[in-house]
């Protein structure tokens, strides 16, 4: 069992920057890839960002490649996502998840999920 707890979402205007951070719970917090997601409104669930258990391996969805960042730190079970540059089409609920199955840009594998932190980006 993970439980992942985001933080540092909040109101940006337009070309400003967040780090979000996502601390997770147990001692094996390496195991697992993590992952960025974000969901506006009524729209489904998107790809962000994903990083491997070792952090050696990125992956980021085209919309955010140049401006968004992932890393982590297993030494303090946390993963983060800097984000720089913000649009206002950023503005969403970011959720951290994480994944036994490898990294990737689908949720299917994602088996645990924080409860999101909500980031505002004004025009």
């Known amino acids: 069992q993970v439980q992942l707890v985001e933080s540092g979402g909040g109101l940006v205007q337009a070309g400003g920057s967040l780090r979000l951070s996502c601390a997770a719970s147990?001692?094996?917090?390496?195991?697992?890839?993590m992952g960025w997601f974000r969901q506006a409104r009524a729209n489904e669930r998107e790809f962000v960002a994903a990083?491997?258990?070792?952090?050696?391996?990125?992956y980021y969805a085209d919309s955010v490649k140049g401006r968004f960042t992932i890393s982590r730190d297993n030494a303090k079970n946390t993963v983060y996502l800097q984000m720089n540059s913000l649009k206002p089409e950023d503005t969403a609920v970011y959720y951290c998840?994480?994944?036994?199955?490898?990294?990737?840009?689908?949720?299917?594998?994602?088996?645990?999920w924080g409860r999101g932190t909500q980031v505002t980006v004004s025009s």
């Open positions: 998840a994480a994944s036994e199955s490898g990294i990737g840009a689908s949720p299917r594998p994602y088996r645990y």
């Open positions: 147990g001692r094996t917090f390496s195991r697992y890839a």
């Open positions: 990083i491997s258990g070792s952090g050696i391996t990125t």
